[in-house]
């Protein structure tokens, strides 16, 4: 059974970092693309970052580049995000989620299965 567990979410003030961490089992790591993927009350789902296991070939949204870095542990099979800079604007819950072929994506349905999400929460 594949599971991914989203862990590091919590409350910060404006300029300040945390590390989110995603933690995933039940298939092999290799040859995968992970996203993160937020959604924050009454918007739709946006992705963030994604990374190719594979040859970590990475995205980031125009709104994190320059301040969120993914990058992955294939011997822990977790991928994190590094959240640096965070505003106000950047509080919503994170998911991670995985699709079964090495081609990153940022588009939610191209993703097979997600993790319960973690809340982040930036004060001005």
């Known amino acids: 059974e594949v599971q991914l567990v989203e862990t590091g979410g919590g409350l910060v003030q404006a300029g300040g970092s945390l590390k989110l961490s995603c933690a995933a089992s039940?298939?092999?790591?290799?040859?995968?693309?992970i996203a993160w993927f937020r959604q924050a009350p009454g918007n739709e789902r946006e992705g963030v970052s994604c990374?190719?296991?594979?040859?970590?070939?990475?995205y980031y949204a125009d709104s994190v580049k320059g301040r969120f870095t993914i990058s992955s542990d294939n011997a822990k099979n977790t991928v994190y995000l590094q959240m640096n800079r965070l505003k106000p604007e950047d509080t919503a819950v994170y998911y991670c989620?995985?699709?079964?072929?090495?081609?990153?994506?940022?588009?939610?349905?191209?993703?097979?299965?997600w993790g319960q999400g973690t809340q982040v929460t930036v004060s001005s």
């Open positions: 989620a995985v699709r079964g072929i090495v081609s990153i994506s940022h588009e939610e349905d191209d993703y097979n299965y």
């Open positions: 039940g298939f092999t790591f290799d040859g995968y693309a």
């Open positions: 990374i190719s296991i594979n040859d970590n070939t990475t």
